[in-house]
């Protein structure tokens, strides 16, 4: 039996001894302050970080530290009772968590409740409080991210190994023709454009194999969190003649996530649900398609029910040098009848109508229902990275959106015939061209039932897959340097 457990018994038979007449009295007012606090417990497990919450009426007052060996959280959670909702956490923990092994509480003293995580490998901890916002009440967090967190790259990687190499999906695109908006550096490009993460990737591929021979110049390291640099002089024009071997890489976002439900249908679909299964369907049909020979692979900014801030989004999509992003959500309307979809670019300045600004602030709340850690630095400093966006990417994001709004149409109706415009946090990338598509209206009991539908979902990637390549049919990517 574990520390925790063996004081919570103490603490429980000293209560049965001292039963009945005033005592009672005592430890009825006791429970009626501490014991129905705790409103609900919920775990998050993902590969990237498992999220710990404990929501209660009351904020919670803590201290905890980390013991390496074995590695373990301990918290102690002052002025309360243990009861049944804290307990459940412990069968919550499911075996093929990441991070957590395992969970144990109990009475350490009459007012503290002692939370011991037991982890899997060395963690990070991060713990903070969440005053209440929408539905919920009171949260304390335990964020625990690995020590050595998985790579975005690594992760597009294990997507490869998936469809890659089976029958592609092509599209013969017009000759490569460097947009002056987007130069780049030519220090390590050799007479052939390569392309870098290509190389690494498939280097990777081949050692995953069990094949130890490269096969393609090893420059490449891990891309760093920082702004891409932006060069001073344009490049000259690369050779039309000369192949460009490239791998293209288009981000999707699956909306929402973990303690955000995002917009939820009169049904109880949650957005966050119906984004996720949309964007799998969509990732299998860019794994295994190309653009002019050059095979595509989609990199997910989330593949599971977790949570990530909107700027780490934007900032994992880079860290992978995404050609495109691509945010999928549900809308949500008052009244409930509005159907159909739209998308949505950036705009710094003003949105192009009150519609898309109510949706750009609702779905920027995304981070206050998620629940971002605000003493995180990181993330600051990633904002105001990102607050650098450009002209250019303005305008190619437009593009895009047309030409995802052609493909979309051939499927159902359009809420919206141009690509409307509102200051999504999520399409903050200075240099890559991102869209948002609001599929249809989750709140809609018509559209609710579509977008549940496995058949409207495939239905639905396609056309998103068609407007991806028709984009790149009439602006194909540029070659990469041999920076990744
Ligand atoms: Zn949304």
Redesign the pocket.
């Known amino acids: 039996m574990s520390q925790p457990q063996k004081k919570h018994f103490t603490a429980v038979h000293r209560r049965t001894l001292l039963k009945g007449g005033s005592a009672a009295l005592l430890f009825g007012v006791w429970n009626l302050a501490w014991g129905s606090n705790i409103v609900a417990v919920r775990i998050w497990p993902a590969a990237d970080y498992t999220r710990v919450t404990i929501e209660s009426a009351r904020p919670l007052q803590t201290t905890q530290r980390m013991v390496q060996s074995p590695p373990r959280l301990a918290v102690d959670i002052q002025g309360l009772q243990l009861d049944s909702t804290l307990r459940d956490l412990v069968a919550k923990v499911r075996p093929d968590d990441p991070n957590i092994a395992d969970i144990r509480v109990g009475q350490f003293t009459p007012d503290v409740v002692r939370l011991v995580i037991d982890l899997k490998q060395p963690i990070r901890p991060e713990v903070f409080s969440l005053k209440p916002v929408a539905a919920y009440q009171n949260r304390l967090v335990f964020d625990l991210y690995p020590v050595n967190p998985p790579d975005p790259l690594a992760q597009l990687i294990a997507s490869v190994s998936g469809p890659a190499g089976s029958s592609p999906t092509t599209v013969a695109s017009a000759p490569a023709a460097p947009r002056s908006s987007v130069p780049f550096t030519p220090k390590t490009v050799p007479s052939e454009n390569r392309d870098a993460l290509g190389d690494l990737i498939a280097q990777q591929i081949e050692r995953a194999n069990g094949n130890p021979e490269p096969t393609g110049p090893a420059t490449a390291s891990r891309p760093p969190i920082t702004a891409r640099s932006r060069p001073t002089a344009p490049l000259a024009p690369p050779a039309v003649a000369s192949r460009t071997r490239r791998l293209i890489i288009v981000a999707v976002d699956a909306?929402?996530g973990g303690e955000d439900p995002?917009?939820t249908g009169p049904g109880g679909t949650h957005?966050?649900d119906v984004?996720l299964a949309i964007a799998f369907k969509l990732r299998d049909l860019i794994n295994r398609s190309s653009v002019n020979g050059d095979p595509m692979r989609c990199f997910l900014t989330r593949d599971g029910d977790y949570f990530v801030p909107l700027a780490q989004r934007v900032e994992k999509a880079r860290r992978v040098h995404a050609d495109l992003f691509m945010?999928i959500?549900?809308?949500?309307a008052p009244g409930g009848n509005a159907t159909g979809t739209s998308v949505y670019a950036l705009s710094e300045r003003g949105a192009s109508s009150t519609t898309a600004s109510w949706?750009a602030k609702?779905?920027n709340d995304?981070d206050l229902i998620g629940g971002v850690n605000l003493a995180d630095r990181g993330t600051a400093i990633q904002r105001t990275l990102l607050d650098m966006s450009t002209t250019a990417q303005i305008k190619d994001s437009l593009i895009f959106g047309r030409a995802m709004l052609g493909s979309i149409k051939t499927i159902g109706p359009l809420r919206k015939a141009q690509v409307e415009r509102a200051n999504f946090a999520v399409l903050r990338d200075p240099d890559v061209p991102s869209i948002?598509v609001?599929t249809a209206f989750i709140n809609n009991p018509v559209e609710e039932v579509k977008l549940r539908s496995p058949s409207f979902q495939s239905e639905m990637a396609q056309a998103m897959m068609d407007g991806i390549l028709k984009y790149f049919a009439a602006h194909p990517p540029l070659a990469r340097s041999g920076q990744i």
């Open positions: 909306g929402h995002g917009a957005e966050k984004t945010s959500h549900a809308d949500s949706l609702s779905e995304s948002l609001e």
